[in-house]
Structures are given as structure tokens and as C-alpha cells.
């Protein structure tokens, strides 16, 4: 069984810094994804970035260029770090494990979630 769990959220000024980790339990395949989605009040769950295990990355546009995010294999650990905190960041962020299975669209995995509140 795989188990995800996040933390690091909290409330931060805009301009501000925050560093989310998440921290996965159980059988990790080395060719999984990793990555983060957020969902704000009211609105759908999205994508904000994901990594896969050699490093290669992608960005929603909303945050290119503002997160940075990084995995570490040997710990099955993923972060999401960002210095430069929008308003429009505010949302849970959900950590997630994506592995394809052949024949199917793949598997997901979810951890609990972790509010960010950025606000003056």
C-alpha cells in the first residue's frame, strides 16, 4: 500500500517563501511520477507540476518560473519550493504518485492535503 503525506503549508505573505514535502510509504516504483496538484475555494483540482525520476520536469503555466519542484529517490520524497508567493497560490496541495499500468490510463495516489494561505 502506498501512503502519502504532506506537510509544510501554512499562512504566508505575499513575496513570501514555502517550502511543501511529502514524504512516500510503501512499494514506490522507480519509474512512478511525482508530483503536486492544488484546488482552491470553489474551484477544480489542478495540476502544478510534476517530476519524473531521472529529474525531467513540468510547470503549469501559473507557476513556471516561480516553484520549483524536486525528488529524492533514495528517500521517496518530493518538494514543491517557492520564493516569490502569489495570493492566486492559496489552495490545499495534494502530493501525488501517478504509475502507468499497461492496458489503462494508470493509477493514482493521493496524500491528505496541506492548506496554503497566502495573505497579507
Known amino acids: 500500500q502506498v501512503q502519502l503525506v504532506e506537510s509544510g503549508g501554512g499562512l504566508v505573505q505575499p513575496g513570501g517563501s514555502l517550502t511543501l514535502s511529502c514524504a512516500a510509504s510503501?512499494?514506490?516504483?522507480?519509474?512512478?511520477?511525482m508530483g503536486w496538484y492544488r484546488q482552491a475555494a470553489g474551484k477544480q483540482r489542478e495540476l502544478v507540476a510534476q517530476?519524473?525520476?531521472?529529474?525531467?520536469?513540468y510547470y503549469d503555466s501559473s507557476v513556471k518560473g516561480r516553484f520549483t519542484i524536486s525528488r529524492d529517490n533514495a528517500k521517496n520524497t518530493v518538494s514543491l519550493q517557492s520564493d516569490s508567493l502569489v495570493p492566486e497560490d492559496t489552495a490545499v496541495y495534494y502530493c501525488?504518485?501517478?504509475?502507468?499500468?499497461?492496458?489503462?490510463?494508470?493509477?493514482?495516489?493521493w496524500g491528505q492535503g496541506t492548506q496554503v494561505t497566502v495573505s497579507s
Open positions: 510503501g512499494n514506490i516504483f522507480s519509474t512512478d511520477v
Open positions: 517530476i519524473l525520476s531521472r529529474g525531467s520536469t
Open positions: 501525488n504518485v501517478w504509475r502507468r499500468v499497461s492496458g489503462s490510463s494508470g493509477i493514482d495516489f
